[in-house]
């Protein structure tokens, strides 16, 4: 069963960011948003993850709405190597949390 | 530090044959998963163990398809019989807490 809702395609600009938005209305209080990108021919590649509040990496920012019923991932630069398949996972991290898989959003980045 | 290792990368059989698949995860890491990924789809769990155990094996075909974790370590996915749908890339992922998993690049599995 989908926990999250992402648009199935979008494309960004190199050297533009990319905002990824991903919807998750029945996100329950101790489950975290987690995202994944997939570059083809590769397994999936952590991106980052929050709770409630906002975080920040190196690779990414993760920005979630004081509901927590949905939240955007941004991509401060994007580059060509940034094209993948992104995806939106939200996890119960007590017990034994698996990472459920949905479509994701395939992003190509242009030139 | 090295990833995750799987092999091997690709695999062609003919539909009724037997497969195995072999990972390495990353050394100390408790937390090991197998993961099928059909053309156009994303992952979808097959089963997760903890150390050697099996926390989770709800989506595994138990008909056909069977993993082992010896010794906590290495694991193995085999699938006997195997059938045209099983067409799809293999994933093993591995984590020490739980928080952060990092997979392989897969096995591509072609049954013919």
């Known amino acids: 069963d989908a926990k999250t809702t992402q648009p199935t395609s979008m494309d960004c600009a190199e050297g533009r960011a990319a905002n990824l938005p991903c919807n998750h209305s029945?996100?329950?209080?101790?489950?975290?948003v987690y995202w994944y990108r997939q570059i083809h021919s590769q397994g999936p590649q952590y991106i980052i993850h929050g709770l409630k509040n906002n975080e920040t990496n190196e690779m990414a920012s993760l920005i979630i709405t004081e509901d927590r019923k949905s939240s955007t991932l941004i991509l401060p630069h994007a580059t060509l190597r940034d094209t993948a398949v992104y995806y939106c996972i939200v996890r119960g991290v007590d017990s034994w949390g698996k990472f459920q898989f949905g479509a994701g959003t395939q992003v190509v980045v242009t030139p | 530090e090295a990833g995750v290792a799987q092999s091997p990368r690709y695999k062609i059989i003919e539909k009724r044959q037997s497969v195995a698949f072999w990972c390495n995860p990353i050394?100390?890491?408790?937390?090991l998963y197998w993961y099928q990924q059909i053309l156009g789809q994303g992952p979808k769990l097959l089963i997760q163990f903890q150390n050697n155990g099996v926390v989770d094996d709800s989506q595994l075909p138990k008909d056909r398809f069977s993993a082992e974790r010896l010794k906590g370590v290495d694991s193995t996915l085999k699938i006997q019989p195997a059938k045209l749908e099983d067409s799809a890339v293999y994933l093993c992922?591995?984590?020490?807490?739980?928080?952060?998993?990092?997979f392989g690049q897969g096995t591509r599995l072609t049954v013919v």
């Open positions: 050394s100390g890491h408790a937390t």
């Open positions: 029945t996100i329950s209080g101790n489950e975290y």
């Open positions: 992922a591995s984590s020490l807490d739980r928080i952060e998993a990092f």
